[in-house]
């Protein structure tokens, strides 16, 4: 029996090459001995102090080997509920999110995508979004049968309003979801107050939900500030919010999210967790809610977001002093690098970098719709520049190093290789 064809349609489709490939072909650059990793985003530097003292505590207690209810447990709801009144007094006109009905606990931030376009998009609905995107928002549509509709972002800046007329004309009377995500993965991007109107504008007037990925929140580089859709006027009954263990407390193995938002819309989210994972690991919960309960009087979060920017800045000077243009960023755990100075691919510059430098980053080119010119291949490569993520999510001795054996991969250099190929 050929098995392969009695798999779904669905199953096929997200496991057959596009971004999928050329994300595990650049991973798999990363793991040779001595090669820096700066493709993927997780920190190198242990999590939030509190959320392991507070998970080994609950290990060692024996109480919480069980399941949690489906929602979360109340301890962690009524923690995220604390922590937003904190974070964003002026978002409910002071209230708190209601923990029981507005929060609801996924096993990840992912899973919480997921669920909520399953819980809100129905077959041949649309949903808006923008690129570059995290890889998982495509599938996510397709798997819900929903029809991706994506607006380009222009670089550098890869701000919205630069974008309206594309925006504009992507939502219709069939545009059931709009997916914005700030701060931006994966170029680091912090949407303002204006850009957030421009969304929130579009969302009234076409009576379409907006899910806000906002797992980045904490991570702002100084003198920026998060601002959340879901303040601006008519948009919180029709916004679902999802935040994560995974970057705010620097978690990414916990599998620990959460949405929060209007009840309507937490229960239809909350209701394709209950049949996808059921609940999140209950020890770990814990672990979570003792280090919100610990943030919720400093909003410090370790300092991560300092030490995130100060790498940044520094990969930043290094990458410019090689002939590279590093484009602007306002938060997030990522730099994205312009390399059409080395006449290279986003493809090529990684596996050269990777290869003769011991530095992996990512090709932007998986942050993509796979869009296939005449020839079958990839048009959306041809039509942006070349660019290249780095992930400064890492402790400093790490992006010194990175810096150190990037000094010598200069434009020229890379030229040069691209012309013995």
């Not at 922590?83 to 919480?112: H, I, W």
């Not at 601002?227 to 620097?250: N, P, Y």
């Not at 996808?276 to 410090?300: D, I, K, M, R, Y």
């Amino acid at each position: 029996m050929a098995l392969r064809a009695r798999l779904s349609k669905r199953a096929i489709l997200e496991s057959s090459g596009g971004g999928a490939a050329k994300w595990a072909e650049i991973l798999a650059l990363a793991k040779p001995a001595g090669v820096i990793n700066l493709g993927q985003g997780f920190p190198d530097f242990p999590g939030h102090e509190a959320a392991t003292i507070g998970a080994r505590a609950a290990l060692e207690a024996g109480k919480h080997d069980q399941y949690s209810p489906i929602p979360g447990s109340a301890r962690l709801c009524s923690a995220v509920s604390a922590l937003y009144q904190r974070m964003y007094p002026d978002t409910l006109g002071g209230r708190g999110l209601d923990p029981a009905n507005e929060v609801t606990v996924m096993t990840s931030g992912t899973e919480a995508l997921f669920c909520a376009v399953l819980g809100i998009v129905d077959p041949g609905d649309e949903v808006v979004f923008f690129e570059p995107f995290f890889p998982w928002y495509l599938p996510c549509i397709r798997l819900a049968g929903g029809v991706p509709v994506p607006v380009r972002l222009k670089s550098p800046n890869f701000d919205f309003l630069s974008s309206e007329k594309e925006l504009r004309a992507a939502f219709s009377s069939k545009t059931k979801l709009c997916i914005v995500n700030t701060p931006h993965n994966p170029t680091g991007h912090c949407s303002s107050v204006a850009e957030n109107e421009l969304v929130a504008k579009l969302c009234r007037e076409f009576d379409t939900i907006c899910l806000s990925d906002e797992v980045y929140e904490a991570c702002m580089f100084e003198g920026n500030t998060h601002h959340r859709i879901s303040a601006i006027d008519g948009m919180w009954d029709r916004t679902l919010t999802i935040g994560s263990a995974s970057k705010l407390l620097s978690l990414t193995g916990w599998r620990v999210g959460w949405a929060t938002g209007p009840e309507e819309l937490v229960k239809a989210a909350r209701t394709m967790h209950a049949y996808t994972t059921f609940c999140s690991p209950s020890p770990l919960q814990e672990g979570v809610a003792a280090a919100l309960e610990a943030e919720v009087h400093s909003l410090h979060f370790e300092g991560r977001a300092q030490l995130i920017h100060g790498n940044f800045e520094l990969l930043a000077k290094t990458l410019r002093a090689t002939g590279v243009e590093v484009c602007p960023a306002q938060g997030g755990y990522f730099l994205v690098a312009d390399v059409s100075s080395t006449g290279m691919s986003d493809m090529e510059y990684c596996v050269w970098l990777a290869q003769q430098h011991k530095v992996a980053a990512m090709p932007l080119s998986v942050f993509y719709s796979p869009t296939q010119d005449a020839e079958g291949g990839s048009a959306s490569e041809q039509e942006r520049a070349p660019l290249i993520r780095f992930a400064v999510c890492k402790e400093r001795s790490t992006i010194e190093s990175a810096c150190a054996a990037l000094a010598g991969a200069t434009a020229e250099s890379a030229r040069a290789a691209k012309e013995a190929l």
